[in-house]
């Protein structure tokens, strides 16, 4: 069935350091793919979305790129700040509203 | 604009007993997915609702349930609680049809079964 795997955290940074946490997938079709943040208390934001190869998603500096050829999804930030702290998700959809979620990376970026 | 909207916040059961969790989506949106999210993990899918009816279903036993009214508002039953499922519950909303495919989430319910 598909899946979704995403780097394991915490991911602790810097303020101004460079953002990549790893998302790859294994789907049947051709899915689309998103990230999701999770701040503390609150529910699941949508941060980006691409919902065909080559496509970027980009949304608060924030940027991931579809890579049918090796079925990744990773999410960059060239700068991270303290208020970036959150948990991120990684999710395909194939089509049908039902989302198949990565296991979460929480990021700590320090000031 | 109200986004979705979930109740109660938090609760406390004990095993053997049964729950309700209720959910009301962002305005204007006709479907409701459940999820569930236990502690450090990602949320996973429960089932989905639309037009009153049980659309998909995710690998969960039948001790979960749930409901949709002509309104779109939903309610998640469980029953016979296990302390397995202590866990975040998340409802979604979207539009069906909508090319984005993006989910709606609330805030969650938060279940303790001791």
């Known amino acids: 069935g598909d899946s979704v795997t995403q780097m394991e955290g915490p991911v602790t940074l810097s303020e101004e350091a460079f953002l990549t946490i790893n998302c790859t997938y294994t789907?049947?079709?051709?899915?689309?793919l998103f990230w999701y943040v999770q701040y503390p208390g609150e529910g699941l934001q949508l941060l980006l979305k691409a919902t065909k190869a080559d496509d970027k998603g980009s949304n608060k500096g924030f940027e991931a790129t579809y890579r049918k050829e090796t079925t990744s999804f990773h999410l960059e930030k060239g700068s991270v700040q303290v208020s970036d702290s959150a948990v991120y998700f990684c999710?395909?959809?194939?089509?049908?509203?039902?989302?198949?979620f990565g296991t979460g990376t929480r990021l700590k970026v320090l000031a | 604009d109200a986004g979705v909207t979930q109740s109660p916040t938090h609760l406390i059961k004990t095993r053997g007993q049964q729950v309700t969790l209720r959910c009301s989506p962002k305005?204007?949106?006709?479907?409701v997915s459940w999820y569930q999210q236990a502690l450090g993990q990602g949320p996973q899918f429960i089932f989905q609702y639309y037009e009153e009816e049980e659309r998909q279903r995710g690998n969960f036993p039948d001790r979960f349930s749930g409901h949709q009214f002509p309104n779109y508002s939903s309610e998640l039953n469980v029953n016979a609680l296990l302390l397995g499922d202590s866990a975040l519950y998340l409802c979604?909303?979207?539009?069906?049809?909508?090319?984005?495919?993006?989910?709606?989430f609330g805030e969650g319910s938060r279940l303790t079964v001791l």
């Open positions: 999710a395909l959809s194939s089509g049908t509203y039902k989302y198949i």
């Open positions: 979604a909303s979207s539009l069906l049809g909508l090319a984005s495919g993006e989910l709606f």
């Open positions: 305005s204007g949106h006709d479907t």
């Open positions: 789907a049947t079709g051709y899915p689309s």
